[in-house]
C-alpha cells in the first residue's frame, strides 16, 4: 500500500532563517506530488505541484520554492522565512495522469517568531 | 476567488441523524469532485468521488450527489457519529493534475 511521510511534524523558526520541509512517499511510482498551505480555519492554498523529476509548477508568487529531486521526494524550501509563511503545510500524491484523488501527509505547523 | 465554495461555514447535527453538506461549484467544465474530511491538526483524509458521468455515489454511510444543471454537489452522511465531528471540504478538478478545494464545512455532532 501508498504512504506519504511529512518532517518535521511541528517546527518552530525565527523570521529570515531557512526553512526544508520534507515529503516522501511509499509505495508507487511516477506520482503527481503537491504542496499545500492551510491557514487556521482557512481552506488549502495550492503552492506548487510537479508531475515528474525537476518539474515544478508554482501556483502563487512567494519567497517558498519546491524541487523534486528524486521520483518520491518533494522538498519546500526557503531561504528566509516571512511572519507571514507560518501555517500548516501539507504535502499531498495523486496517480500520474488525471484527475485523480489526492492523498495528504500528516502535515507540518510552521510557527515562524 | 475561490470557484468552490460552501453554503453553511458550520452544522450542529444530532448524533444518529443524517447530515447533508453542500458545495457550489463554478467551473461547468469541471468533470471530477472529491469531499474530504479533515480532523484537527491532521491532514485531510478522502472520503469519496464522483465524476460528471455520474448523479450519484454511494460509499460506506456516505452518498454524494452532483447536479450539473445548478453546479450543486453534496455529501449525505447516514446516522451521524460522534467521530463524523471534522471539517469537510468539496474539491473540483481544475486540470488534469490540479484540484480547487473550497473555504470548508465544519461538523459538529452533538450527543
Known amino acids: 500500500s501508498q504512504t506519504i511521510h511529512q518532517w518535521p511534524a511541528t517546527l518552530v523558526q525565527p523570521v529570515g532563517s531557512p526553512l526544508s520541509l520534507e515529503c516522501t512517499v511509499e509505495?508507487?511510482?511516477?506520482?503527481?506530488l503537491y504542496w499545500y498551505r492551510q491557514a487556521a480555519g482557512r481552506g488549502l492554498q495550492l503552492l506548487f505541484y510537479?508531475?515528474?523529476?525537476?518539474?515544478i509548477s508554482s501556483e502563487v508568487p512567494q519567497n517558498l520554492s519546491a524541487s523534486r529531486p528524486q521520483d518520491r521526494q518533494f522538498i519546500l524550501s526557503s531561504k528566509k522565512l516571512l511572519l507571514s509563511d507560518s501555517g500548516f503545510y501539507l504535502c499531498?500524491?495523486?496517480?500520474?495522469?488525471?484527475?485523480?484523488?489526492?492523498?495528504f501527509g500528516p502535515g507540518t505547523r510552521l510557527t515562524v517568531t | 476567488g475561490e470557484s468552490v465554495g460552501l453554503h453553511l461555514p458550520t452544522l450542529s447535527v444530532q448524533e444518529g441523524d443524517n447530515s447533508i453538506i453542500n458545495c457550489a461549484y463554478s467551473?461547468?467544465?469541471?468533470?471530477?469532485f472529491i469531499w474530504y474530511k479533515q480532523e484537527s491538526g491532521k491532514g485531510p483524509q478522502f472520503i469519496i468521488d464522483?465524476?460528471?458521468?455520474?448523479d450519484k455515489r454511494q460509499g460506506q454511510r456516505v452518498t454524494v450527489l452532483l447536479n450539473k444543471t445548478v453546479k450543486h454537489l453534496s455529501l449525505q452522511i447516514a446516522a451521524t457519529q460522534p467521530g463524523d465531528s471534522a471539517v469537510y471540504f468539496c474539491?473540483?478538478?481544475?486540470?488534469?493534475?490540479?484540484?480547487?478545494f473550497g473555504a470548508g464545512t465544519t461538523v459538529t455532532v452533538r450527543a
Open positions: 467551473n461547468s467544465a469541471s468533470d471530477y
Open positions: 464522483i465524476r460528471s458521468n455520474m
Open positions: 474539491a473540483e478538478n481544475d486540470n488534469d493534475y490540479k484540484l480547487s
Open positions: 509505495g508507487t511510482s511516477n506520482p503527481n
Open positions: 510537479s508531475v515528474g523529476i525537476g518539474q
Open positions: 499531498a500524491w495523486s496517480g500520474s495522469g488525471g484527475p485523480y484523488e489526492q492523498y
